[in-house]
């Protein structure tokens, strides 16, 4: 198995990630202004409040942009050619950025709907990716070879 880059949770982030463990999608909000707030910030960037909690998102989203990676500058990133980097836009409205997995990526397009799913790395880190919503539970992740 390749090495490869993974998150380094900061104290910032590190809600994200541990909600990520447990397999659930949650975004900063802040409680002041209710904003909901992606990447994780130290302060709220509408109102510079600096308390939040985790808001749970369902998962759901479209591909808001994307591009199909044909070169790696990686080993492990070289070794999963092509690939799909996106933007999210989750329903809740957040984007993040992503991969699509689970189809050819001359099938991925604007707008698709897809949901995340998880893949666990290590004890430590589950990297939320999307699928598109059609593809059935269960189904090998063609993203997730390691
Ligand atoms: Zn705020």
């Given at each position: 198995m390749l090495d490869r880059p993974l998150p380094q949770p900061t104290d910032v982030s590190r809600p994200f990630w541990e909600a990520c463990r447990r397999h659930e999608l949650r975004v900063q909000r802040c409680q002041q202004c209710a904003a909901l707030i992606h990447?994780?910030?130290?302060?709220?960037?509408?109102?510079?409040?600096?308390r939040f909690d985790w808001a749970l998102m369902s998962g759901k989203g479209t591909v808001y942009s994307f591009i199909v990676a044909?070169?790696?500058?990686h080993p492990f990133f070289k070794a999963n050619l092509p690939y799909v980097v996106a933007v999210i836009e989750l329903d809740e409205g957040p984007r993040m950025m992503s991969n699509v997995i689970g189809?050819?990526?001359?099938?991925v397009h604007i707008g698709m709907p897809v949901e995340v799913v998880f893949e666990?790395?290590?004890?430590e880190i589950s990297l939320p990716k999307f699928r598109p919503v059609a593809a059935q539970a269960g189904a090998p992740l063609a993203g997730a070879r390691s």
């Open positions: 990447y994780p910030k130290v302060h709220c960037p509408a109102d510079g409040c600096d044909q070169r790696g500058f189809l050819d990526p001359d099938q666990d790395v290590n004890e």
